[in-house]
């Protein structure tokens, strides 16, 4: 059962050692002997310590919409999130376009890119500006500066929310200042991202990274994360998993570069 389904949430009481010998005891009550836990590196660094302190086997299954997770090339509900972002921004293309506006658009994303990258690629956003890569504001300008020269009718900015220059509000503040005859427009679209009917893609992987789970679990493969490279199952220590961080590919950022060109 996924934690929203659940009603569940991040408990504080288990970031203390009481807290976590309370829930090994619930644990025990119930006659569970092991755990499928479902999220990002905070649910699996509770479960490394958790395991450090009471010896449950773990295997992890990576749910997160940032897609950051090393070890696999999908998390559980990226999919399904830059396909409601995508669809999102479609929508206010077609307002670009008619009224002549730019757009700068906030996805979520406080750590990684991931969100805004491929939506904002999808979309044919003019910028997209992410956490992993320091954002040139005057190089931005400059860019839009030009596009207005050349009467480029729609112009798209995709912002991640963890952008150094603070969001779509930030970036927004500073072109209005610098370029004050554009008609400028902050759309953030937030949470709608996290909900919704999931795709087909993360109802498939997430089918066969739960079976993969209880399988390994089965074979005594334990304190892993389950994931998938290259079409293929892969297992990393949920300690590798924690520590290490996906990172977005430099072609990424040359497609980026090339098509807003």
């Not at 302190?53 to 399904?80: A, R, S």
């Not at 020269?149 to 500073?174: I, P, S, T």
């Not at 389950?226 to 040359?254: C, D, F, P």
Request: proline share 2%.
């Amino acid at each position: 059962m996924h934690g929203s389904d659940a009603k569940s949430a991040r408990s504080k009481r288990f970031m203390e050692k009481e807290g976590r010998a309370e829930a090994f005891k619930q644990v025990k009550k119930h006659g569970i002997d092991a755990i499928v836990a479902l999220g990002g590196d905070g649910t699996f660094r509770g479960a490394v310590e958790f395991n450090k302190e009471h010896e449950i086997p773990f295997v992890g299954l990576p749910c997160t919409i940032d897609n950051d997770l090393y070890g696999t090339d999908y998390t559980i509900g990226y999919d399904t999130a830059i396909n409601t972002a995508m669809e999102a921004i479609d929508k206010i293309r077609d307002t670009a376009d008619a009224h002549d506006r730019l757009f700068i658009i906030e996805v979520m994303g406080r750590d990684a890119g991931y969100i805004a990258l491929h939506s904002g690629i999808a979309t044919g956003a003019e910028h997209i500006l992410i956490p992993e890569r320091k954002t040139d504001i005057e190089e931005l300008v400059a860019s839009l500066q030009e596009k207005e020269r050349r009467k480029k009718l729609v112009n798209m900015v995709v912002v991640a929310e963890g952008d150094e220059f603070g969001g779509a509000n930030e970036v927004a503040k500073v072109v209005k200042e610098r370029l004050p005859f554009m008609d400028t427009r902050v759309c953030i679209l937030g949470h709608i991202q996290r909900g919704g009917s999931p795709t087909c893609l993360d109802r498939l992987i997430a089918s066969r990274m739960g079976y993969a789970a209880v399988e390994s679990l089965l074979e005594g493969r334990h304190n892993v994360m389950v994931g998938i490279l290259n079409n293929r199952m892969h297992y990393t220590l949920l300690e590798r998993a924690v520590k290490s961080k996906q990172k977005i590919s430099e072609e990424w950022i040359k497609i980026v570069k090339i098509l807003a060109s």
